[in-house]
Every structure is written in C-alpha cells, then in structure tokens.
C-alpha cells in the first residue's frame, strides 16, 4: 500500500484514485453463472484442505514427493482464492468496480501463483527423474536441504517474474472508457485501455510466458522422456508399472494447466472473433479447473494418498 500510495502516471495524476468497472457476464444470468463457479471453487478448497492435511498429518506420506504435493494444494488454494471469491462477490451484489491498488494485486497474485505452480511441476518432475532414473543416490540428492531451497525459488523466482507486469500497469494512462472486459484483472484486459503505448508490458507478458513457461516446459518434457526412456531399456515390468504409476497421474495434472493456459493466451492473442464470454470462461477454468481437480487426480490414481485419506477418515470415525 505504501508502494502504490505516491505513484502517479504520466499526466500526473494519483493512479490509486482510479477504479475500473468488471462487464462479466451481461449475456447470463448472475445466478446460473455463480452456482458453477461456487460449486468448483468448493471443490477447489475443501479437495486441496484434505490433500495438505493428509499429507501433513500421515507419517508415511512424509516424502518429497507428497510434500511437493502439500506444497501445490496451498498454491491451488490460493490461486483459486485470487480472484473468484471476488467474482461471486460482483455477482450476488452487482458490485462492479475495484479500485487500482486492488485490481493490480489482483493482477500480481494471479500471475504469481500461476508461475508457481509451473515451478512446482518442474520440481516435481525433477524428483521423478532422480527416483527412477538415479534410486541409490535419490536420498543423498532429494534432501530436506534440497526442499528448502526449491522453496526459495519457488518463491523468489515467480515473485521476480509477476512484480513487473503490474508495476508496468501502474505507468500507464488510462482512458475515460475504464470498463474491463473481463471478470478479474487479468493483465491483457487491463492494458487494452491504456491511451498511452503499452506494448512494453504487452512485449513483456508475452516474453515471459515464453521463456518462463517455455523453458519449464522444455525441462519438463526432458526429465519424462529420459523417465521413458529408462524403463524401456530397463526392460521391467515392475519398475515400468511403478513408474507409470507414479509418474501418470502428474503428467494429466500437467497438462490440463498447460492446455488451460495456453487456450487462454490464444483465445486472447490470435482469435480475435472468439466470442468473449468464452474466453472470460476459459480464464476461469484456469482458476478453477485444475485447482479443483489436481486432488481428485492424484487421491484415484496414486495409492498411497487413496489409502491416507481412508486412514485419516478412520481416525475420524467417518467412512468413505
């Protein structure tokens, strides 16, 4: 608050003194719209709420692999507690604007758990890579150190990569049109209603998914094709059922946040005549989809979580 308290733009006027209007869904009714994304966003919290404490409260999911797993629930629940509470919030009320300092919070957090949890996908394949492809010295080299400093930059990597795109935002001048075509300010939205030139933050958003995403991507296919590659020279069926079974249920997680944000960044970007209810729709399954089912993924396919989960509910004298 202290940061955006002086900042100005360049016609001199106080940025945090401007507010802009959401236009979400005028073509649907709020309540038809809020039910589905109340109904996710409770999957969302309460799914990932039982995957941390399961993973915290089990002794024998206390593992790198189920603490990287701890560590992708709290950045779901926060991503999904970004902007949607918010959005349900405007369409129970009517309740349309926000002010700067809130919409580009907003806009950083978004961009920052985001980026987080591509970071936390490129650990986690990098953990995968060291369990099957180096198992003696996977206790040597996936150390509580190690974990530590996967925090770090986890953490100060992503805050480094979202805190330019709304401090970019701040700068520029904004028309007397403040309408964001978008239920959440989400930075592309934002910029189209500079009257000043934008394209230094337009450029940077698009460089950073690109290099950012791009390189997690590239390391991420790298460590599950030498994966692959491992268990068929190995020529086990017990290591390749393990292997696939481990190492399945993170790549459908992976790809429906890549497939979700790349959808994204085309539907805004390149087709142009998509109507845009469906693209807000597409940035919201962003916040919601993979949230919301990246617990369900990982509680069926992986055992020992299925089987932490039936022993907390037994605890509980609750059964499944």
């Not at 030139?197 to 991507?217: A, E, P, R």
């Not at 109507?275 to 989809?289: A, E, G, M, Q």
Request: charged residues 10%; hydrophobic residues 50%.
């Amino acid at each position: 608050d202290a940061l955006l308290g002086n900042i100005t733009n360049t016609n001199g006027s106080n940025i945090t003194a401007l507010e802009f209007t959401f236009i979400c869904f005028p073509e649907i009714h709020s309540w038809d719209i809020s039910g589905l994304l109340l109904f996710f966003l409770l999957v969302a919290l309460i799914s990932n709420v039982v995957m941390f404490v399961v993973v915290v409260i089990e002794p024998r999911l206390h593992h790198p692999m189920y603490y990287f797993l701890a560590m992708l629930s709290v950045v779901d629940i926060c991503l999904s507690s970004v902007a949607v509470p918010k959005i349900l919030f405007m369409l129970w009320t009517g309740s349309t604007t926000v002010t700067a300092k809130a919409c580009f919070s907003q806009m950083f957090f978004t961009i920052m758990f985001s980026a987080s949890e591509s970071s936390i996908f490129l650990v986690m394949a990098y953990d995968r890579y060291v369990a099957v492809c180096d198992p003696l010295h996977y206790p040597s080299i996936i150390t509580k150190k190690f974990l530590a400093k996967a925090c770090v930059f986890i953490v100060v990597r992503n805050t480094a990569v979202a805190l330019p795109m709304p401090l970019l935002a701040l700068h520029l001048d904004y028309c007397s049109n403040r309408e964001i075509l978008h239920c959440f300010c989400e930075n592309m939205s934002v910029e189209k209603l500079s009257c000043s030139d934008n394209t230094s933050s337009s450029v940077y958003g698009l460089v950073t998914f690109i290099v950012v995403g791009g390189s997690d991507i590239l390391l991420i296919i790298i460590s599950y094709s030498v994966i692959l590659r491992t268990v068929v020279v190995a020529r086990s069926f017990s290591a390749a059922s393990k292997a696939f079974r481990t190492c399945g249920s993170h790549l459908i997680v992976i790809c429906m946040f890549y497939i979700t944000i790349a959808t994204t960044m085309v539907s805004n970007r390149a087709l142009k005549e998509i109507p845009r209810p469906v693209h807000v729709i597409l940035s919201l399954l962003h916040h919601l989809l993979s949230p919301a089912l990246n617990p369900v993924v990982y509680g069926i396919l992986t055992k020992e979580i299925r089987h932490g989960i039936q022993r907390m509910l037994g605890k509980m004298k609750v059964h499944p």
